[in-house]
Structure formats: structure tokens, C-alpha cells
């Protein structure tokens, strides 16, 4: 064992004790619901919804559907980039990644944590099997809960 920072230890793992995040499904370590917002919101509104609610991202529709072509998300890293260098941007569709990976409800947490890792992203958006529309979001702390379980 080896002390890590603040003096926690850190233990390896070995194959034989990985975690088994294939029976493991999304919809079991998903954060239910969805925060949107429309993409002419001004990013101080996303900023106030991300602080209201103590989350790190917001899904962003076009129109009054919000169906897996009309959305995108705008993540704390995103809305820190605007404010480092393009504050001025008046909206969250002009500053929300266009590419978001999504994965369904009854898929495993180990092809989720595929996913995250092929997008380099630490959120996926939740949809619905049959409806094919945002349930809920998850995300690596998500992830990390069930790893961090599975010690115990």
C-alpha cells in the first residue's frame, strides 16, 4: 500500500478483483432527469442553473423537441473556456460541444466507460430504450460510486 495525497492509501487492484461493470446497467448509477435549456440562453442562465443545482453540465435543444438530433451539451469546461476568452458569446448553443456521445438506459457501465473514453468526455447523456429521448445524465463520479462500492 502506498499513501496518496491527504494520506489516503491506494490499493492495486489485481484482474482477479475488477470491478464488473458489465452487470452493472446505466440506468442503476444515472443521475435521473434532465437539466436543459434552450439554445439562446444566455450563458450567465446556464451558469446560474449549473450553480443552483450543483452539476457540471446542462443539455442544450433546439426548438421545442428535445430528440437526440436537436441536442447538444454545454459542460463546466465549456462554460469556463467562454469566460476565459469569449464571455461576450450570447448563447449556450454558440458554446456547447456539437458532438455528444449518449448511451441507453439498459446498456452496461462498462460499455459506458468505453464510450467516455473513445469521446474523451466525462458525461454521457441517458436516453430512453424505447423512447430514444434524454432520461438522465452520467457521469465518472457516477461510474467511480459503483467501483468505489464494489470494494467495499
Not at 466525462?122 to 429521448?133: F, K, N
Amino acid at each position: 500500500m502506498a499513501a496518496g495525497a491527504g494520506g489516503a492509501s491506494i490499493v492495486a487492484m489485481t484482474i482477479s478483483h475488477a470491478p464488473r461493470l458489465a452487470h452493472v446497467h446505466v440506468s442503476d448509477a444515472m443521475h435521473h432527469g434532465v437539466l436543459s435549456c434552450a439554445a439562446d440562453t444566455p450563458l450567465s442562465m446556464v451558469a446560474a442553473i449549473m450553480a443552483e443545482h450543483h452539476v457540471h453540465c446542462v443539455v442544450v435543444h433546439e426548438g421545442e423537441q428535445a430528440d437526440s438530433d436537436s441536442w447538444s451539451v454545454i459542460s463546466d469546461r465549456d462554460l469556463m473556456g467562454a469566460a476565459a476568452d469569449r464571455i461576450d458569446e450570447p448563447s449556450a448553443g454558440s458554446v456547447a460541444g456539437t458532438s455528444v456521445p449518449h448511451i441507453g438506459s439498459g446498456d452496461s457501465l462498462m460499455r459506458a466507460a468505453q464510450v467516455m473514453a473513445e469521446h474523451d468526455v466525462s458525461h454521457l447523456v441517458v436516453v430512453g430504450e424505447a423512447t430514444g429521448r434524454p432520461e438522465g445524465i452520467l457521469s465518472t463520479l457516477d461510474v467511480a460510486m459503483v467501483l468505489a462500492a464494489e470494494r467495499s
